[in-house]
């Protein structure tokens, strides 16, 4: 999985400040990263309250299901976290391709397996370690998804930077927006959109009566539902890198 190459007229790496054309288009640039930005945060929005919501639903449907003593579902929770060791590598990747597809057949991934999540029934042994390795796939694509947007929010910032420059020793003004928006506000974005989803995630589960098979299942359905969405919407982000 690819991303497209950047194109060498936009690509902030390649501008040269004696050339015009290349000046003039330095208020385009910002503003498409700028957009980027805003719609790579609505996606770590999405990432952290999935993730949010599996961490408060999770435990208490294994001790209902399963009667899983607490240290036991603390190991297979780790299953969420642990795979952020494979951060160095999913960041490499991002860098040189982009995130544009990684984060798109991350969140197809995920939404269709917390689909096939909501379906499991039983509590044979089968059941269990069925759902510990579906556990697994999700805990993976969310790694995946929280890398490689984190570091198209990073990328953003920076090539934002020099082109908010740009703009401003060419004697054009910066606007509103691009006066509001600075790289720093861009960075913090990881951070907001970490709190946003605490909040929303566990909000979400509360609606749902998620201790039982049928709530369970909805509430599966629903965070698969939201990562499909966002797996469409992903496709007409970063379509340049």
């Known amino acids: ?9 936009t ?24 957009l980027e930005w805003a719609g790579t945060l609505l996606m770590l929005i999405v990432i952290f309250m999935v993730r949010c919501a599996l961490e408060v ?9 399963y009667i899983w003593t607490p ?21 490499g990747l991002t860098s040189s391709q982009g995130p544009r597809w990684w984060s798109t ?10 689909f096939r999540f909501g379906q499991m029934t039983g509590s044979s042994d089968n059941s269990q370690m069925t759902f510990v390795i579906h556990l697994i796939v999700v805990g993976l694509c969310l ?57 929303l995630g566990p909000a979400f589960s509360s609606l749902v009566p998620y201790t039982e098979d049928a709530g369970w299942q909805r509430l599966c359905q629903g965070l698969g539902g939201l990562c499909l969405i966002a797996a469409a ?5 970063w379509r340049k890198w």
Not at 11 to 34: C, E, F, P, Q, W
Not at 71 to 91: D, E, F, K, Q, Y
Not at 233 to 237: G, M, P, T
């Open 1 to 9: 999985m690819g991303g497209e190459q950047a194109d060498p007229a």
């Open 11 to 34: 690509d902030y790496t390649t501008m040269n400040n004696k050339s015009s054309t290349h000046m003039g288009s330095s208020k385009s640039v910002a503003i498409r990263l700028m």
């Open 57 to 65: 639903a999770v435990p208490l449907y294994l001790t209902r299901r």
């Open 71 to 91: 240290t036991r579902i603390s190991m297979v929770l780790l299953t969420i976290t642990l795979p952020a060791v494979l951060n160095p590598v999913i960041g």
């Open 105 to 114: 057949a991350g969140f197809i991934i995920c939404g269709g397996t917390l």
């Open 143 to 199: 790694a995946v998804l929280i890398n490689a947007n984190q570091v198209a929010i990073s990328v953003a910032s920076q090539r934002y930077g020099f082109a908010r420059t740009q703009v401003v020793a060419n004697g054009e003004e910066l606007g509103l927006l691009l006066s509001m928006i600075s790289p720093s506000t861009m960075l913090s974005g990881v951070t907001s959109s970490w709190a946003a989803g605490s909040l």
């Open 233 to 237: 919407v992903n496709v007409f982000l």
